[in-house]
């Protein structure tokens, strides 16, 4: 194992016990903090079709806000098929089923044209402003991304933004990161 590849999974473990310290209500007010200034920026309120997380309960949560502009905007969640990620509509009559790894994934068709996607939203374990994403290992995200070229929105809590994380060449950077205080670009 390289030494970037163990200062990473030292850093998800920091970042695993930070979690663990914070309440439910804490990180659901906290990702409340964070999406109230994704809002504000200018990247989101022109975006109209939107790749986004349904997020797992450590994570920026984001199942409210989809429901919040699912009028205004056009959601798409990602799906693991394959060892690959795909994007499907969410609407309010969308059905879901429970992935592997305990993500609920829309059930649908794949949507595959990206030259319509505006604005991707991305969840992390630990990001920097350097615009670097450390994810949770399995690359998904690291080898979707160069699939579509739309800007790429990291959103996390404060606890999660360093001024520097390990990152390699194969980790694609962010163009925009918004935590509970920050916007960075």
Known sequence: MSNIQQAKDKLRKEISILKKKCTSDELHYRSLEVLSVLELTGIFQESKTIFIYNSLEDEVQTFDFIRKWSSEKDFYLPVIEKDEMVFRR???N?????SAFGIMEPVGENYTDYKKVDLIIIPGVA????MNRLGRGKAYYDRFLPK???PKLGICFEFQLFDEIPADRNDVKMDYIVSENELIW
């Open 90 to 92: 969410c609407t309010s």
């Open 94 to 98: 969308t059905c879901f089923q429970q």
């Open 127 to 130: 990001f920097d402003r350097k």
């Open 148 to 150: 579509v070229k739309v």
